[in-house]
T-cell receptor
Framework: GENVEQHPSTLSVQEGDSAVIKCTYS??????FPWYKQELGKGPQLIID?????GEKKDQRIAVTLNKTAKHFSLHITETQPEDSAVYFC???????????????FGKGTKLSVKP | NAGVTQTPKFRVLKTGQSMTLLCAQD?????MYWYRQDPGMGLRLIHY???????AKGEVPDGYNVSRLKKQNFLLGLESAAPSQTSVYFC???????????FGSGTRLTVV
């Protein structure tokens, strides 16, 4: 089955710096890669996603890149702010056919701390 | 539009007690999921459902049961709680597989 590895487990940056979180996946059939942000005491919230037919996607200060050949994808946050401090999860899913239900497989999370 | 609502938000159980966690969604989503979140372990899938009346096992189903009698509700049951089931439980839903999930705010369960 699919396996998703996420690094680093913790990341500390100064306000204004960039932050990069990386994930690798094992199943080359995976075609959907969302990222979630979880603030303290809350449920994960989808912040950006990318499909396998796209190499990069941006939304204001966040961007996600996908390298299908190497089977890895990354979250980039520019001009970090204290409110970006949270736990970030990557995930991957394989297509919804052939017995798969398209379930998301999550990485173990990265705790990002942005210091003022 | 409430999204995904979980009840209760907090609960303390004694070992051996039973309880049911309720998840309700108002987005007409077909798929619903129950995850548990433990420190350093990420989100682990307990059970899921791909439609009303269906359920399936996830990665860590032992000690839990689920039911999806109505499309909007997904119940997670603990028949005989154990300290190892101390965790934060999250419910999620999505329209179909292979899409982003909408998560509830979680239930923090402590078994003593």
């Amino acid at each position: 089955g699919e396996n998703v590895e996420q690094h680093p487990s913790t990341l500390s940056v100064q306000e204004g710096d960039s932050a990069v979180i990386k994930c690798t996946y094992s199943d080359s059939a995976s075609n959907y890669f969302p990222w979630y942000k979880q603030e303290l005491g809350k449920g994960p919230q989808l912040i950006i996603d990318i499909r396998s037919n796209v190499g990069e996607k941006k939304d204001q200060r966040i961007a996600v890149t996908l390298n299908k050949t190497a089977k890895h994808f990354s979250l980039h946050i520019t001009e970090t702010q204290p409110e970006d401090s949270a736990v970030y999860f990557c995930a991957a899913s394989i297509p919804n056919y052939g017995g798969s239900q398209g379930n998301l497989i999550f990485g173990k999370g990265t705790k990002l701390s942005v210091k003022p | 539009n409430a999204g995904v609502t979980q009840t209760p938000k907090f609960r303390v159980l004694k070992t051996g007690q039973s309880m049911t966690l309720l998840c309700a969604q108002d987005m007409n989503h077909e798929y619903m999921y129950w995850y548990r979140q433990d420190p350093g372990m990420g989100l682990r899938l307990i059970h899921y459902s791909v439609g009303e009346g269906t359920t399936a096992k996830g990665e860590v189903p032992d000690g839990y049961n689920v039911s999806r009698l109505k499309k909007q509700n997904f119940l997670l049951g603990l028949e005989s709680a154990a300290p190892s089931q101390t965790s934060v439980y999250f419910c999620a839903s999505t329209r179909t597989g292979g899409r982003g999930y909408t998560f509830g705010s979680g239930t923090r369960l402590t078994v003593v």
